[in-house]
């Protein structure tokens, strides 16, 4: 079954009297990367978390499948929302955490598939380190290590994903990227690093600036 | 979905409560603590502490819940987790019923563990120490609902803590007369079933209104 499109029709998101943007449109089909760029505080962040569902615009509409996201059956299955912060408690280990965000989102929690996606972000010697422990860079790591528990193709939303990852982890999270595109599912990120991925040609989407 | 947020949710705050036991242990600390400071002002005299013992145990109980309250939601805000929880397919009835029923384990249910011992502290009867276990059986977790509430409505603001003793003591009140008025009630030889009925009926409404108003207003704060 194919993955169903992300639309934003006439998306328009104010902080205050400030408009972050305004009538903004975009679709994202199954099996595409888009690239969502722009500079500090045109709203990136604030857009990814209306595509995510967690905000409503003050004007449009963002729909997956032509449901508005709140009505879509399977939206919540089917998208992975990994925020600028990570999500990791402190006194957590690396593997409590994941176990525990794996088990909130209905992902596979076995012990041979945290410790698989671990290993794969190379965070297998460290799992059972306590997450305050660990550095900005395998916090970030262990938070995408998240991405490589996905078997079915979904929308992935993911919010500076290579941020404080080092040119192996920024490899091991392209593999993965590369993957889920393979596999039909959807991506938008936000970087404000160039797109280093080569089997995907990214659709670029620049936020205009703020009114 | 085969995963049941609620005691995935539950499971985590013991979790991290164990690895932080001192956090933990503050509630009943401060509980027996501030309640065994009574005796030692008011005097020894024990048909004065047996009047005044009810009420004494109850507020402390109260004021001890709160302490906990402000950091029910506020962690899980900073570090990106309630966000998540947010997005799982997990209703935010859920997840709000799951951050209740967790800080009233963790908070309720010590300071009804340690109750008989204030009781015995204020010269309670056995009877009147039984009643004030129930009633605090019946009350704490109207604390935790209500205080959640208000913890998920005062997420992000400044002077969170003091909105939200603002907001929630004035709704726990009832709960206070209640639980409090049926040890006396005890203790002065009389039936307390009208208390504990009062009683009751606060927790049920609470337990059915208090997780919707709970997932609203994490809504709203989360927005």
């Given at each position: 079954m194919t993955l169903p499109t992300l639309r934003a029709e006439g998306l328009t998101y104010r902080r205050g009297e400030h408009a972050l943007f305004a009538g903004l449109n975009l679709e994202l089909p199954a099996g595409c990367l888009m690239w969502l760029r722009g500079h500090n505080g045109r709203g990136k962040t604030s857009l990814l978390r209306l595509l995510a569902g967690l905000a409503l615009p003050d004007s449009g509409r963002v729909t997956w499948g032509g449901v508005k996201l709140a009505d879509a059956p399977d939206f919540a299955t089917q998208r992975t929302y990994i925020?600028?912060?990570?999500?990791?408690?402190?006194?957590?280990?690396?593997?409590?955490?994941?176990?525990?965000?794996?088990?909130?989102?209905?992902?596979?929690?076995?012990?041979?598939?945290?410790?698989?996606?671990?290993?794969?972000?190379g965070m297998k010697q460290r799992q059972r380190a306590p997450v305050r422990t660990l550095s900005q860079g395998q916090r970030r790591r262990v938070a995408l290590a998240r991405l490589a528990l996905?078997?079915?193709?979904?929308?992935?939303?993911?919010?500076?994903?290579?941020?404080?990852?080092?040119?192996?982890?920024?490899?091991?999270?392209?593999a993965l990227l590369e993957q889920h595109l393979a596999r039909g599912g959807s991506v938008i990120l936000t970087s404000h690093q160039a797109l280093s991925i080569t089997g995907a040609t990214p659709q670029v989407h620049d936020l205009p600036g703020a009114t | 979905m085969t995963s049941n947020g609620f005691s995935v949710i539950v499971q985590r705050d013991?979790?991290?409560?164990?690895?932080?036991?001192?956090?933990?242990?503050?509630?009943?600390?401060?509980?027996?603590?501030?309640?065994?400071?009574?005796?030692?002002?008011?005097g020894p005299e024990p048909q004065v502490l047996r009047q005044i013992g009810p009420g004494i145990v109850w507020v402390c109980a109260l004021l001890a819940t709160m302490l906990s309250l402000t950091s029910l939601y506020s962690g899980d805000h900073a570090d990106g987790s309630l966000e998540q929880m947010l997005l799982s397919s997990h209703s935010g009835v859920v997840i709000a019923s799951a951050k209740a029923f967790a800080h009233w384990v963790l908070t309720g249910l010590p300071l009804i563990v340690a109750s008989p011992l204030l009781g015995l502290l204020f010269d309670m009867s056995g009877d009147a120490i039984s009643t004030l276990c129930f009633t605090l059986l019946l009350g704490t977790p109207i604390l935790s609902l209500l205080g959640s509430v208000g913890a998920a409505l005062t997420l992000g603001l400044r002077s969170a803590g003091v909105l939200l003793l603002l907001l929630v003591l004035p709704l726990c009140i009832p709960a206070l007369i209640f639980g409090s008025g049926a040890v006396v009630a005890v203790d002065a030889g009389m039936s307390a079933r009208g208390h504990l009925s009062l009683l009751g009926a606060l927790l049920l409404l609470t337990v059915l209104g208090a997780p919707l108003a709970g997932a609203a207003a994490l809504r709203i704060s989360t927005a």
């Amino acid at each position: 079954m194919t993955l169903p499109t992300l639309r934003a029709e006439g998306l328009t998101y104010r902080r205050g009297e400030h408009a972050l943007f305004a009538g903004l449109n975009l679709e994202l089909p199954a099996g595409c990367l888009m690239w969502l760029r722009g500079h500090n505080g045109r709203g990136k962040t604030s857009l990814l978390r209306l595509l995510a569902g967690l905000a409503l615009p003050d004007s449009g509409r963002v729909t997956w499948g032509g449901v508005k996201l709140a009505d879509a059956p399977d939206f919540a299955t089917q998208r992975t929302y990994i925020a600028h912060a990570n999500a990791l408690k402190d006194d957590l280990t690396a593997y409590e955490a994941l176990q525990f965000l794996a088990a909130l989102h209905g992902r596979d929690a076995t012990p041979a598939a945290l410790h698989n996606a671990l290993s794969r972000l190379g965070m297998k010697q460290r799992q059972r380190a306590p997450v305050r422990t660990l550095s900005q860079g395998q916090r970030r790591r262990v938070a995408l290590a998240r991405l490589a528990l996905e078997r079915a193709p979904g929308l992935w939303v993911l919010d500076e994903p290579f941020d404080a990852l080092d040119v192996d982890g920024i490899g091991v999270i392209n593999a993965l990227l590369e993957q889920h595109l393979a596999r039909g599912g959807s991506v938008i990120l936000t970087s404000h690093q160039a797109l280093s991925i080569t089997g995907a040609t990214p659709q670029v989407h620049d936020l205009p600036g703020a009114t | 979905m085969t995963s049941n947020g609620f005691s995935v949710i539950v499971q985590r705050d013991l979790r991290l409560a164990a690895r932080r036991r001192i956090d933990a242990l503050l509630p009943v600390v401060f509980f027996i603590v501030a309640a065994s400071l009574f005796p030692l002002g008011v005097g020894p005299e024990p048909q004065v502490l047996r009047q005044i013992g009810p009420g004494i145990v109850w507020v402390c109980a109260l004021l001890a819940t709160m302490l906990s309250l402000t950091s029910l939601y506020s962690g899980d805000h900073a570090d990106g987790s309630l966000e998540q929880m947010l997005l799982s397919s997990h209703s935010g009835v859920v997840i709000a019923s799951a951050k209740a029923f967790a800080h009233w384990v963790l908070t309720g249910l010590p300071l009804i563990v340690a109750s008989p011992l204030l009781g015995l502290l204020f010269d309670m009867s056995g009877d009147a120490i039984s009643t004030l276990c129930f009633t605090l059986l019946l009350g704490t977790p109207i604390l935790s609902l209500l205080g959640s509430v208000g913890a998920a409505l005062t997420l992000g603001l400044r002077s969170a803590g003091v909105l939200l003793l603002l907001l929630v003591l004035p709704l726990c009140i009832p709960a206070l007369i209640f639980g409090s008025g049926a040890v006396v009630a005890v203790d002065a030889g009389m039936s307390a079933r009208g208390h504990l009925s009062l009683l009751g009926a606060l927790l049920l409404l609470t337990v059915l209104g208090a997780p919707l108003a709970g997932a609203a207003a994490l809504r709203i704060s989360t927005a």
